[in-house]
């Protein structure tokens, strides 16, 4: 099987399976419902964004020796089109010798009218940057890395039940390790509201898969070049405050490297965020 099909296989499969069980960044560290219906028209929006959590987990994979970052972004979008930056403390014990992640990103956002309801795609790019990261002096290659991303998201199946899958291809991901492929697909279902609270259960499954010919691994020996990572979890919005409680877990063993390297950056952990967003 090829690449490409084994990448919507996947996808198809673990959607059908978060639908059937009722939940990028990227655009930093989201775990929310899938992107709601845009405006289609020429309408200018922004917003401000700043948070903490309790560790930064990337893909499944701590990004700050699990500890709490503080993270922050802004948003901007006319109609269909939006970019959007955003920053979160990190910390790699200087491989790379970073202590933030700046992740640039736009697209599109165009809304499909299909005979099952509306369906949200969108398509963009995004620019994973670590300031004060050299990559002339990093052991493990350059950090800096661009993805291509491409997803849906609808509520066929009812009206608060949002389920959606993106597909993310990088041509050299983190540390100059080659041609990378990530899958997520994610569910949300919004439960009424409870006093002032308006709860989410939202939950993900990611896979990733590249090439240990090219330094892409996820064991010590470098024979693994792909594995799987989830998270569920309980979301409480009051007003414009986010509050986020979330199991995560990959399939990454005790032999772990690359990708993950010690295997308590990748074992199973709960986080606790909290976000606000303006206005």
């Known amino acids: 099987m090829t690449v490409f099909r084994k990448l919507f296989a996947i996808g198809g499969i673990l959607g059908m399976a978060l639908a059937i069980s009722t939940s990028a960044q990227a655009d930093g560290y989201e775990v929310a419902a899938p992107a709601a219906p845009v405006d289609e028209g020429r309408k200018f929006t922004y917003s401000f964004n ?19 970052a503080l993270q922050g972004g802004a948003d901007i979008a006319w109609g269909i ?5 955003w920053a979160s403390r990190v910390d790699f014990d200087d491989a790379p010798p970073a202590n933030a992640e700046v992740d640039w990103y736009g697209g599109i956002r165009p809304t499909w009218k299909s005979p099952f309801g509306d369906m949200n795609l969108d398509f963009g790019v995004i620019y994973y940057s670590y300031p004060g990261a050299n990559p002339d002096v990093v052991p493990m290659g350059n950090p800096n890395y661009v993805e291509l991303k ?4 609808w ?43 308006t ?32 998270n569920a979890g309980l979301q409480l919005g009051v007003e ?40």
């Open 81 to 85: 089109v939006y970019a959007g930056v």
């Open 155 to 197: 509520s066929v199946l009812h009206p608060s039940l949002v389920t959606g899958t993106t597909v993310y291809w990088s041509p050299d991901y983190f540390g100059e390790t080659g041609s990378v492929w990530t899958i997520e697909s994610a569910a949300a279902w919004t439960l009424p509201k409870v006093s002032i609270f």
């Open 199 to 230: 709860p989410v259960l939202n939950g993900l499954v990611g896979w990733q898969k590249g090439d240990a010919s090219d330094g892409y691994f996820v064991n010590q020996i470098g024979t693994d070049d792909e594995y799987y990572y989830w």
């Open 240 to 279: 414009n405050l986010t509050f986020d409680f979330r199991y995560w877990d990959t399939n990454i063993n005790q032999d772990a490297g690359g990708v993950c390297a010690s295997p308590s950056l990748c074992d199973s952990r709960f986080v606790f965020s909290i976000k606000a967003v303006v206005p």
């Open 150 to 153: 491409a997803g849906y998201s």
């Open 50 to 68: 700043i948070g903490a959590t309790s560790d930064y987990v990337f893909r499944g994979v701590s990004q700050t020796s699990n500890d709490p």
